[in-house]
């Protein structure tokens, strides 16, 4: 390792410190703000029980949540390769999902906003085969939806 290279990792600290850099679940950041303190909306299908349940895992179960997080979900399939006989054989799975993060206090509307993302899945095998690579490809849309709403709500501006 060159003299510029320690030199370099030895200040990254000190400069991430001046800049006000704040580890999200360090003492004062996001993640720790937000844990165990956000009861999210009742899902009401499976894909946002999915997604529920990801947000749960990654926020903490809330039982005297300081914020709710209010969610709209909406997915697509899209057929993406069609063989020569005309058979569809791989499909796009797309989702959105809408968020609000809401102070219960107050009432007032934290942060909000719009993710999107999509999956894929094979349709080439059995028919049992092509169901369970739906729902795999179901709940890692899910996954993906619920880490971007947790990114989006750790850099929120939250209240005191």
Do not use: K, W
Not at 55 to 79: C, K, P, Y
Not at 101 to 111: A, E, M, N, P, W
């Amino acid at each position: 390792m060159s003299l510029f290279s320690r030199r370099f990792l030895l200040a990254l600290p000190l400069a991430l410190a001046a800049c006000g850099f704040t580890p999200v679940y360090g003492p004062g950041g996001a993640g720790t703000a937000l844990r165990n303190q956000v009861l999210v909306q009742e899902p009401t299908t499976q894909q946002g029980y999915l997604l529920t349940r990801h947000l749960e895992t990654r926020l903490g179960r809330a039982t005297n949540a300081r914020f709710a997080l209010d969610m709209t979900l909406e997915t697509s399939e899209e057929g993406l390769a069609i063989n020569s006989e005309g058979d569809t054989t791989r499909y796009n799975l797309v989702g959105r999902a809408g968020y609000a993060l809401r102070d219960t206090q107050t009432g007032s509307i934290v942060t909000s906003g719009m993710v999107q993302n999509f999956t894929a899945y094979s349709a080439t095998g059995s028919t049992v085969a092509t169901l369970a690579a739906q729902r795999d490809a179901i709940e890692r849309l899910m996954v993906i939806l619920g880490d971007q709403i947790v990114v989006r709500l750790y850099t929120a501006d939250l209240p005191e």
